[in-house]
């Protein structure tokens, strides 16, 4: 009777998180069509909060793929990796996600 409780919770849990997946990706496609007003991209975003908060020794980087942004905050390499359709890009969906990742 346990592992039945088990596997539904494991499915339960699946579904949870294809779903907010699917959120992510839709939400983050909806405002990728919307340009940001001033023209600043992903990449301008995050490098301005740092200036901001007078914290320079994070470094601004690329990553391969799509909303595999994150910031890693190892000793040796803090870095905020922006993926390819934030780091350089202008729109609303980019300067949020590297906002998020800046902060």
């Given at each position: 009777?346990?592992?039945?409780w088990q596997i539904i919770l494991v499915a339960i849990s699946g579904l949870v998180g294809a779903w907010a997946q699917f959120k992510l990706k839709t939400t983050f496609s909806k405002y990728a069509k919307v340009p940001y007003s001033n023209g600043m991209t992903g990449w301008q975003a995050a490098a301005q909060l740092l200036k901001i908060n007078n914290i320079n020794d994070v470094k601004i980087g690329t990553i391969a793929g799509s909303l595999t942004?994150?910031?890693?905050?190892t000793t040796a390499a803090k870095q905020i990796a922006l993926s390819e359709p934030v780091f350089n890009v202008s729109n609303i969906a980019a300067v949020g996600v590297a906002a998020h990742e800046a902060g």
């Open positions: 009777m346990d592992n039945i942004d994150h910031y890693s905050h």
